[in-house]
Structure formats: C-alpha cells, structure tokens
C-alpha cells in the first residue's frame, strides 16, 4: 500500500510537472504578446541592413511586445537571429511570439501604395519617392541625374524621368532605387504597347516626344476635355514650323513657378526650354504628363487652329484662333481681365 502511494504521489507530482511544462510553452510560443494599446494593428519597419539586436530595439522602443525576453527566446529557438528581414510589416494586436517570428522571417511585408502626381522636377519627384519609401531623396536623385541609367534605353537625363508615369504602384518599401527604376521601366513599356507605339509613329512622333509634348498640354490646362483641342494646336505648329511659344515651358525654364503672367522679360531669358526663342519641342518635359493626356495627344484634334488663349472669365477654357489677328484680340482681353485683379507677375 505505501509503494502505491508513492507511486500515485509521484506519478501526480510527473503530470503537474507536465501540465506546468504544457502552460509555460503554450505561454511562450503561443500566448498574445503584442499589445497595441487598443490599435488593431500598427507598422513596424524594419531598416535594410538591420541586426537581430535593431530588431529588438525597434520593437522594444515602439512597444509592440509585452515581453521581449520570451519573444526572443523563442526567435532563437527559431534560429530567426540569422534570418532577419527587412521591410514595411503589418503587425495586429494579439498576436503570440510565434506567428510574430514567422511573420518576421518570412519576409511577407505589406506594400506601400506608391503614388506621385503633379511632378514637374527631379527634385520634386525625388523628395515624394522617399516620404513613402526606404529610400532618401538623394539617392533616387542621383539616379535621375545618372546618365548611365537611361542612355541603353533611348533616353537621356532630361527625358528619363518620363519612365515614371504618374499613377498608384504597388511597390515594396524597401525596393531601392535600382528595383524602383526597373519597376518604373516595365510600367512605362507595359503603357506603351505595340499599339501605342504604332499611333505614335503615324503621327511623327516617338514616345518619348509624346511625353514632352503631353507635358506641355497638361501645364496649359486642368480640364481634360480640352486635352485633344490644345494638343492639335500644338501639332500643327509643329507640323507647320511654326514655335510652339507655351507660356508654361517659360515659366519651367524661370524655374519660378509662382509665375501667373509671363512678361517679356521671361521671354527673353535664353533656354532650351523657351519655345518663344527655340522651335521645336523643348529637351525634356515640364512636368510629369497623367497617362489620359499621353493619350490625347497620340489622338489629337484634327483641326486648324493655330492659336488659343486662356478666357478673360478665368473658368480655366480657353478660346482658340485660327489666325494671329483673332489670336491679339483674345489675348488683349484676357490681359484686360488680368489689369484688373492687379495680376501683374
């Protein structure tokens, strides 16, 4: 009777060992450990380059675990010291040591959501493109002002920037400037398709032509409906050697874009951009154009205008002409118009 009851003691004392062994590893692997405060979910980011210990710090600092001496001993366990991955990831409150690890591991982040609109320089675009990205500014601007990167395709560091058509990319955070440009590339070819390519060739120009030209119409007007009018215009000119004398590629070669009346002493300022004093298109665009005005041009208006000028009731229309004479009648009113809100720069 007594050797059963200390076989029965000790066979007890065996399972609450065991039971506490079973509670101690469910709370370690298993058990919540990230805490948001009531956030269902945060962003953690992880620097390229970072170190196990980085990692510790990061999600020490920003309190995303309750206890870090049990995630870290299970990310040995896990051998994820040797397996840090860097990027944007989404973190949800609840989550035990174990799925965090994983997650952590695996390198599955959350894409950023890339978007740029209203770009008219390098420096512009550069400074957008690293607010949302891993990346500083000073590196995507070294890139655009790299020749190397552009002469193999056609382009050169006044028309590269064009690879970059302004819309909503999917994009990891940490995808560097070398993925960035690659991306932009399949992006700017997946656009300019066969078909594409085609109109633009029947119309006389190459793409990237199209782009500087679109880039013109978008400075000239915000109503889309008169994208084709006003690229027509500007085809003509060009078909007609005429200079194509766009207010906005003064304004662009002034660099001053607070400009809303361009003067004489603009017009005078000597730049390839200034398509009073140079013919042609100028060397580059003014601005990045939105893929629905790189379509307007390639199906431009086919009329014969020659001329517009913005309306004296400042709706943002404008009144074309098909001669110069119709042409100083429209522009003496909206310079009227302009005297008299004392817009004189």
Known sequence: MKLKRILYILGAMVAVVIIAGISAFYYVVYAPNVDLGGRESTLVFIPTGSSYEDVLEILTEEGIVSNIRTFSWLAEQKNYPARVMPGRYRIHAGKGNNSLINLLRSGEQEAVRLTFTNIRTKEQLSGILAVQLETDSVSVLQMLRDPDRFTAIGMDTL???????????????????????????????????????????????????????????????????????????????????????????????????????????????????????????????????????????????????????????????HVFARTYREHLANARRYRQALNELNVFR
């Open 159 to 317: 028309t590269g920037i064009l690879l970059f058509i302004p819309d909503t990319y999917e994009v990891y955070w940490n995808i560097g400037v070398d993925g960035l440009l690659s991306r932009m590339q399949r992006e700017y070819n997946a656009f300019w398709n066969e078909a594409r390519r085609a109109r633009a060739a029947e119309i006389g120009l190459s793409p990237v032509e199209v782009g500087i030209l679109a880039s013109i119409v978008q400075s000239e007007t915000s109503k889309r409906e008169e994208n084709a009018r006003i690229a027509g215009v500007y085809m003509n000119r060009l078909q007609r050697n005429i200079p194509l004398q766009a207010d906005p590629t003064v304004i662009f070669a002034t660099g001053d874009f607070t400009i809303r009346r361009v003067l004489n002493r603009h017009l005078a300022i000597d730049s390839p951009f200034n398509t009073y004093m140079y013919s042609g298109l100028p060397p580059g665009p003014i601005t990045l154009p939105e893929p629905h005005v790189l379509d307007a041009v390639l199906n431009y208006e086919n009329h014969d205008y020659l001329f517009f000028s913005a309306k004296p009731d400042f709706s943002g229309y």
